[in-house]
């Protein structure tokens, strides 16, 4: 993930799969810490389970900002439509503010 255009690829499903492989990973973490608490193998894979959640955390916070920019556009468009079927009402081509 380079950029947040990058994030137009995703939809509400991936980001719920998203979300369950980081409770999967969650689990594992737990799991792994009960059985490996103290060796240094164990807090090596701690850490790098802790850091790939983190990432994958991040990358739902930018599909959260896109997804969230995506719905301020579509409101505005909204807005402008309703403006434009305003305007066809007032100079009598009401008649025509289906097609929008």
């Not at 792994?32 to 701690?46: C, P, W």
């Amino acid at each position: 993930m380079k950029s947040l255009g990058d994030l137009e690829q995703y939809d509400v499903d991936q980001l719920r799969w998203l979300v369950l492989g980081l409770l999967e990973k969650l689990g594992e973490l737990e799991r792994d810490a009960t059985l490996q608490r103290s060796t240094t193998a164990g807090i090596r894979e701690a850490y790098s389970i802790t850091k790939r959640m983190q990432s994958d955390w991040e990358q739902i916070d930018r599909m959260e900002l896109t997804i969230q920019a995506q719905s301020e556009y579509i409101q505005g468009l909204e807005e402008h439509i309703q403006k434009l079927i305003s305007i066809l009402d007032d100079n009598g081509l009401g008649g025509h503010s289906h097609k929008l």
